[in-house]
């Protein structure tokens, strides 16, 4: 089954602990995403990649990291969390056909920091 | 900038109403349109796009168009049912070097039975 998978799926943390939240795609898509969604703001991309080793800032990437170093894998880090990133985080992946092309999103993972 | 202006929620209907729910972008060029949905818990799925104007996006029974001269793309359904319940998202993808969708807010659309 083609899916996007995220783990884990609920995270309660600290401020100042390193996390991270990884995100799989078994269809060879070469892009991938990372959004954020927050009430009344809808969905804002964090960071994306077209490839492998080829990532690039999104609207909103302050506190983030990521990293493409396989197709399938695009890992979101949080370096040091604060409160302001407490969310809910969905990554997507699609092919590199152009924007016309349906985007396939995880199941999401709500993040608390306290 | 690119964005998309979608009418703000909730929603509430009656089983067998019919729905439109207003959605308006600005963008240069001709970008690809879409509404997704997101049901109670899950991610968002595609539930339909148009990528020129004048073509009509259908699933499910919803249907929208994309109309250019309007740069609008409003999601209707001429009989809802419980089971549409969810969130609704309008967007918008364009050629560039991010090629990332852009959301209108959301809306929520709750159906009674």
Not at chain 2, 85 to 102: E, H, N, T
């Amino acid at each position: 089954e083609a899916q996007v998978t995220q783990n884990p799926r609920y995270l309660i943390t600290v401020t100042g602990k390193k996390l991270t939240v990884t995100c799989s795609q078994n269809m060879n898509h070469e892009y991938m995403s990372w959004y954020r969604q927050d009430p009344g703001l809808g969905l804002r991309q964090i960071y994306y990649s077209m490839n492998v080793e080829v990532t690039d800032k999104g609207d909103v990437p302050e506190g983030y990291k990521v990293s493409r170093k396989e197709k399938r894998n695009f890992p979101l880090i949080l370096e040091s969390p604060s409160p302001n990133q407490t969310s809910l985080y969905f990554c997507a992946s699609r092919t590199g056909g152009g924007p016309q092309e349906t985007q396939y999103f995880g199941p999401g993972t709500r993040l608390l920091v306290l | 900038g690119n964005s998309v202006t979608q009418m703000e929620g909730p929603v509430t209907l009656s089983e067998e109403a019919f729905l439109t729910i207003n959605c308006t972008y600005t963008a240069t060029g001709y970008p690809s349109l879409f509404w997704y949905v997101q049901y109670p818990g899950e991610g968002l799925q595609l539930l339909l796009k148009a990528t020129k104007a004048d073509d009509k996006g259908s699933n499910k029974g919803f249907e929208a168009t994309y109309r250019k001269e309007t740069t609008s793309f409003h999601l209707e359904k001429g009989s809802v049912q419980v089971s549409d319940s969810a969130v609704y998202f309008c967007a918008l993808s364009r050629w560039s070097s991010a090629s990332k969708i852009i959301f209108g807010s959301g809306t929520r659309l709750s159906i009674r039975p």
